[in-house]
């Protein structure tokens, strides 16, 4: 069974910084591609950024330049670096990973982590 856990959320102020991290552990072959969504109060889940293989990465245009998206393969993790921190980041913070088990291909999600930014 594959599990995906996310840490790092929290309250934070306006211009502030968090890293959020997402380990994924179980039985897998390997992972193509890892990254995390967002869903903020009354809203739709969205994708914040996207790393597949070692460093294709893709950004949603709103943090483009805050935030950065990175990798350990060897520790099957993801994380999210988040700076200069405003309101409007303020949401559940998701990770997802497509990868490969003895079940075959999947998408697997987190359970969230929660990011305030407020003053």
């Known amino acids: 069974q594959v599990q995906l856990v996310e840490s790092g959320g929290g309250l934070v102020q306006p211009g502030g910084s968090l890293r959020l991290s997402c380990v994924a552990s179980?039985?897998?072959?390997?992972?193509?591609?890892m990254g995390w969504y967002r869903q903020a109060p009354g809203k739709q889940r969205e994708l914040v950024a996207s790393?597949?293989?070692?460093?294709?990465?893709t950004y949603k245009d709103s943090v483009k330049g805050r935030f950065t998206i990175s990798r350990d393969n060897a520790k099957n993790t993801v994380y999210l670096e988040m700076n200069s921190l405003k309101p409007e980041d303020t949401a559940d913070y998701y990770c997802?990973?497509?990868?490969?088990?003895?079940?075959?291909?999947?998408?697997?999600w987190g359970q969230g982590t929660q990011v305030t930014v407020s003053s």
């Open positions: 997802n990973a497509d990868l490969v088990t003895s079940t075959g291909p999947g998408r697997y």
């Open positions: 179980g039985e897998i072959y390997s992972i193509y591609g």
């Open positions: 790393i597949i293989g070692a460093s294709s990465t």
